[in-house]
């Protein structure tokens, strides 16, 4: 049976090579962006997310399958907050109840390595509170700071994002709906939203060195594209909760074996 998709940040990066990936595999997708989109929103407002929600419902004629949650920004700015964290909850939530009546339902979730470096517990926790003029004033206010503390904010948002996953996943409307969620965490995958921070030898050493990816270096959207199809498809029955990093082994460079112990 045809399986019915959402892909958010669908026009670029990771989102247009998931949306790809999604109907060479013959599935119906509605993608949704802020420009070239079967649905064209601005996921960074409440309203915009409200006109999503709207447009998609009417597209999908209220059955969808699955959601997949690419869109994001990569700025250190206020914004990021809220494209990042509640454009991706807020939308998820609102679409919750349909996405509930299908035999198959799951979400997937693009978030970052950047989920595992220095954050802002004070912006984290307001996003988590689902406190979102809050968390956009205390974005600000680090952004006002400069450059250091404006850094924080994009790890901030995967962090919470992270966060609020494994809340939510064993949930009653989740997992009591039989939906399994989950996230993806990429290291530099090369698509227009880091081609800056790699667009020479000193970018690139600087960025390796911040995230080392031992394991085949760089990602392809592409390849990242296969987990976040995978976990959104009928073969991920159990998977829940997770954030899982396909990241070249930033992670286990990084933080080593000692989160086990």
């Not at 992270?162 to 995958?189: D, F, M, S, T, Y």
């Not at 909760?241 to 000692?258: C, F, H, K, M, V």
């Amino acid at each position: 049976m045809t399986r019915n998709y959402v892909v958010t940040g669908s026009a670029s990066g990771i989102g247009a090579a998931t949306v790809e990936l999604l109907k060479e595999r013959g599935a119906k997708v509605i993608g949704v962006d802020i420009h070239n989109a079967d649905v064209n929103a601005d996921l960074s407002t409440s309203l915009g997310r409200k006109e999503a929600v709207s447009r998609v419902i009417d597209l999908s004629a209220g059955k969808i399958d699955g959601i997949i949650a690419c869109a994001g920004l990569a700025h250190p700015i206020a914004k990021t907050v809220s494209v990042n964290f509640f454009g991706v909850t807020e939308f998820l939530d609102a679409l919750l109840p349909t996405l509930s009546k299908s035999s198959a339902p799951r979400v997937s979730i693009t978030s970052s390595m950047a989920s595992l470096m220095p954050n802002s517990p004070e912006l984290v926790d307001a996003m988590l509170a689902k406190n979102e003029v809050g968390a956009v004033a205390i974005a600000q206010g680090l952004v006002d700071k400069g450059d250091a503390e404006a850094s924080l904010i994009y790890g901030s948002t995967k962090r919470a994002i992270g966060r609020w996953i494994r809340r939510e996943c064993i949930k009653q409307e989740w997992a009591g709906a039989g939906i399994p969620l989950n996230a993806v965490g990429p290291g530099i995958v090369e698509t227009h939203m880091v081609a800056d921070m790699i667009a020479t030898a000193e970018a690139r050493a600087a960025i390796d060195k911040m995230v080392p990816m031992p394991l085949n270096h760089y990602l392809k959207a592409r390849q990242v594209a296969y987990l976040l199809v995978w976990l959104a498809s009928e073969e991920n029955t159990h998977t829940t909760g997770q954030t899982i990093y396909i990241d070249g082994g930033s992670d286990a460079a990084l933080r080593g074996d000692n989160i086990w112990a």
